[in-house]
């Protein structure tokens, strides 16, 4: 199994900054793409910002110019820096990450997630 703990979310006023982690843990061979995730009240769960084993990144519209996602391939962690926060960016957001782990002799891939965390941009 593998764990996905989530900090640094809260709240900020508009035009403000956070900045997210998410470390894994447990029975990790390789750790492929990491993302995240963000869901709003009464909206779906959408696709925030995913980086690949290689660093490809790919983002949203919505966040495109305003976050950057990054790892750390040594600490198993991924960042999120949020700049320019609007309230439209307020949700719980969740990491995301997809990890190859083994139980001999076999090789296997899953997706996991964390906990979630909230972000709150208001006057």
């Known amino acids: 199994q593998v764990q996905l703990v989530e900090s640094g979310g809260g709240s900020v006023q508009p035009g403000g900054s956070l900045r997210l982690s998410c470390a894994a843990s447990?029975?990790?061979?390789?750790?492929?793409?990491m993302g995240w995730y963000r869901q709003a009240p009464g909206k779906q769960r959408e696709l925030v910002a995913v980086i690949t084993s290689g660093s490809n990144t790919n983002y949203a519209d919505s966040v495109k110019g305003r976050f950057t996602v990054s790892r750390d391939n040594a600490k198993n962690t991924v960042y999120m820096q949020m700049n320019s926060l609007n309230p439209e960016d307020t949700a719980v957001y969740y990491c995301?990450?997809?990890?190859?782990?083994?139980?001999?002799?076999?090789?296997?891939?899953?997706?996991?997630w964390g906990q979630g965390t909230q972000v709150t941009v208001s006057s």
């Open positions: 447990g029975s990790i061979f390789r750790i492929n793409a």
């Open positions: 995301n990450a997809n990890v190859s782990s083994y139980n001999g002799p076999y090789y296997y891939s899953k997706d996991y």
